[in-house]
């Protein structure tokens, strides 16, 4: 098992630990129990998370047993931001979205064997506790001139908003958690991200100081930043989530498709569960031809299979290719049409009209007179099949579902138009 210390470090999953040797020894002398905390704070998790949802995976396949903690108590104080309060929800707004993220969080682990994965919810230890034990149990062993140290503490401090003591105390309950997880399930390893130091180690001198013969750890990720400086994990719509509902399948598949080149070889070590040899193989490829985006199209087969499933993967595959005319646009489902074409440019008619006014309208061209000069040239598509008159109206039959037809510009301008009712 300390190999998959090295496996993170190569992998750039290394932000910082604590004592390294002595957590080596411990996963040398196993079974280490390990725990990452998700709070819910919206309807799902978005891809920021699968850096730590992935990370539990890996180190559960190295034979660590995983604690998955949704926390139901944590959830109810909102969302941490960096520079503005947070955001409260109701109490049943949150247990809805604990079970949400349950579910999605599941299917990345394995339940059963020696080292079977546990979900847990903070709200089983602290639902009970009043103000006052908190205060007695848990304030008591923590010094507030060593919590102003914190990064997170330290920069709210210095902002224009300051901070209140909602968000100064969350590391108290974040650290509670990992005493209450040691002393429960003998839990000795926190992982999270690195932007989480501060509350990780909170746990740890928590840990130290009631139960002084423990060994404890802690680990953290890097943060992933985009190399345009961008957030990761963002797009123009706004984060791109795991719930299907909220950001479909084809759009997931996409995000990862249009990943940068100077990005992919990184969210690929962090992300993928291929071998050292097929990543460095790939990564070869893409600084000799970046053109063929190889390393792009596995990172979003690889994880619109692990989110979505074999089948929706192979559906947004097949969109993809039929939208650029390599394959049948008839033979797609319409769920799996409606997302493609809801990520192109696109209008909606009362009427079919010329297709010349149609390319106008969805901007695929200047003009009308551009248009037909378009279409006078041969690059001019509906549903992948070239437009050969001026004045050329689709007919109703055309229509995809019903619904939709296809416009096309040369092999990669795309639009959509949907007929009303």
């Known amino acids: 098992m300390t190999d998959i210390v090295d496996e993170l470090k190569w992998r750039g999953l ?34 920021g998370h699968l850096v730590q949802v992935l990370t539990m995976r890996r180190l559960q396949q190295a034979g660590l047993r995983p604690l998955a903690l949704v926390g139901g108590a944590t959830g109810q104080i909102g969302d941490p931001r960096p520079t503005a309060e947070r955001t409260l929800n109701d109490p049943e707004t949150i247990a809805h979205w604990v079970t949400r993220l349950r579910s999605q969080i599941e299917p990345f682990l394995d ?96 840990i130290h100081r009631l139960e002084p013969e423990a060994s404890a750890h802690c680990i953290a990720t890097p943060l992933m930043v985009k190399a345009d400086g ?69 990172l979003a087969e690889e994880l619109t299979t692990l989110v979505h499933g074999a089948d929706q993967c192979r559906a947004v595959i097949d969109a993809s290719k039929a939208l650029f005319g390599q394959g049948e646009l008839s033979d797609l489902d319409a769920g799996t049409l409606a997302a493609a074409l809801s990520e192109l440019p696109h209008v909606t008619v009362d009427a079919l009209a010329p297709v010349s006014d149609l390319l106008a309208e969805t901007g695929l061209v200047a003009s009308k007179s551009a248009a037909r000069r378009t279409i006078k040239e041969g690059g001019a598509y509906v549903n992948n099949v070239k437009v050969v008159s001026e004045d050329a109206v689709p007919e109703t039959a055309e229509l995809l579902h019903g619904r939709w037809l296809v416009l096309r510009r040369g092999k990669k301008n795309l639009a959509a138009v949907e007929l009303k009712g």
């Open 14 to 47: 290394w932000a910082q630990s604590t004592d390294e040797d002595a957590l080596r020894k411990a996963l040398a002398d196993g079974p280490v129990t390990f725990y990452c905390g998700f709070d819910p704070t919206a309807a799902s998790l978005h891809v």
């Open 111 to 206: 339940f059963e064997g020696e080292n079977a994965a546990t979900m847990v919810n903070n709200l089983d230890w602290t639902a009970g506790m009043s103000a006052i034990e908190f205060l007695r149990d848990i304030g008591k062993h923590f010094r507030v001139n060593k919590m102003l140290t914190k990064d997170s503490v330290a920069r709210r401090l210095e902002s224009q908003e300051g901070i209140s003591y909602t968000e100064f105390s969350y590391q108290l309950l974040q650290g509670m958690d990992f005493l209450e997880l040691y002393r429960r399930y003998g839990c000795t390893l926190q992982q999270g991200g690195s932007d989480q130091w501060g509350n990780l180690t909170a746990g740890l001198d928590l």
């Open 230 to 298: 961008t957030k990761f994990g963002k797009t123009e719509g706004g984060a791109v989530w795991l719930d299907p509902e909220m950001t479909t399948p084809y759009a997931f598949y996409q995000f990862w498709l249009n990943v940068d080149d100077r990005d992919v070889s990184t969210y690929m070590r962090i992300l993928s569960f291929k071998s050292r040899e097929e990543l460095e193989e790939m990564e070869a490829l893409t600084a000799e031809k970046p053109f063929l985006r190889t390393a792009q199209k596995a």
